[in-house]
């Protein structure tokens, strides 16, 4: 099991450069993926989803990845801002009738002025 | 945009005591949903609600949890009688349908003495 107080992986960029997150996930029957920010103090806001029919879709400055061989996602934000400074995760939804995530560990994004 | 809100933001209760925590989900939503978030840690599922039931809950999700549906707007999740490792932030969710993406509220921090 998972210890208290988990050490986030952390991942710290310079202003302007672009970001890589990276995510496994653990269900080879997920067909749906979600990448949430989590800001301090606040809830996981929605950034962008993926289906397994595609392995790749485009946001507003946002890619994401989805490797269903190696059961890998990846979130890659273009032009990162100091807004952009906040916990990732990736979610995994293994029942698309009952929409219950599956949550992995977050990584910590550190934006650099 | 709409949104989903949760209150009260923080609640203090003793061991023992009951609690019932508060969710407002987006209005045209079908779907609803609570997890859980102890500190430093990752979010974790509860409990989904479709149609005035139970569509699927997790482990945590015991006896000792209950979800309602009292209106047409709230959904409250009530935990009868409080642990201290029940102490956690307490996130509510909804979609439109199942295999869409969740929204979530800002959370409500449970703190059990």
């Known amino acids: 099991g998972e210890s208290v107080g988990l050490h986030l992986p952390t991942l710290s960029v310079q202003e302007g450069d672009n970001s890589i997150i990276n995510c496994a996930y653990s269900?080879?029957?997920?067909?749906?993926f979600i990448w949430y920010k989590q800001e301090s103090g606040k809830g996981p806001q929605f950034i962008i989803d993926?289906?397994?029919?595609?392995d790749k879709r485009q946001g507003q400055r946002v890619t994401v990845l989805l490797n269903k061989t190696v059961k890998h996602l990846s979130l890659q934000i273009a032009a990162t801002q100091p807004g952009d400074s906040a916990v990732y995760f990736c979610a995994e939804n293994p029942s698309r009738s009952q929409g219950n995530l599956i949550f992995g560990k977050g990584t910590k994004l550190s934006v650099k002025p | 945009e709409p949104e989903v809100t949760q209150t009260p933001s923080h609640q203090v209760t003793q061991m023992g005591q009951e609690v019932i925590l508060r969710c407002v989900p987006i209005?045209?939503?079908?779907?609803f949903y609570w997890y859980r978030q102890i500190l430093g840690q990752k979010v974790e599922f509860l409990v989904s609600?479709?149609?005035?039931?139970?569509?699927?809950k997790s482990e945590i999700f015991d006896d000792q949890f209950s979800v309602e549906r009292p209106d047409g707007s709230n959904f409250t999740l009530k935990i009868r009688s409080t642990k201290l490792e029940d102490s956690a932030m307490y996130f509510c969710?909804?979609?439109?349908?199942?295999?869409?993406?969740?929204?979530f509220g800002d959370g409500t921090r449970l703190s059990i003495l």
């Open positions: 209005s045209n939503h079908l779907y």
């Open positions: 993926i289906r397994s029919n595609m």
């Open positions: 969710a909804s979609s439109d349908r199942g295999d869409q993406p969740q929204h």
């Open positions: 609600f479709y149609n005035n039931e139970i569509s699927e």
């Open positions: 269900n080879s029957a997920s067909d749906y």
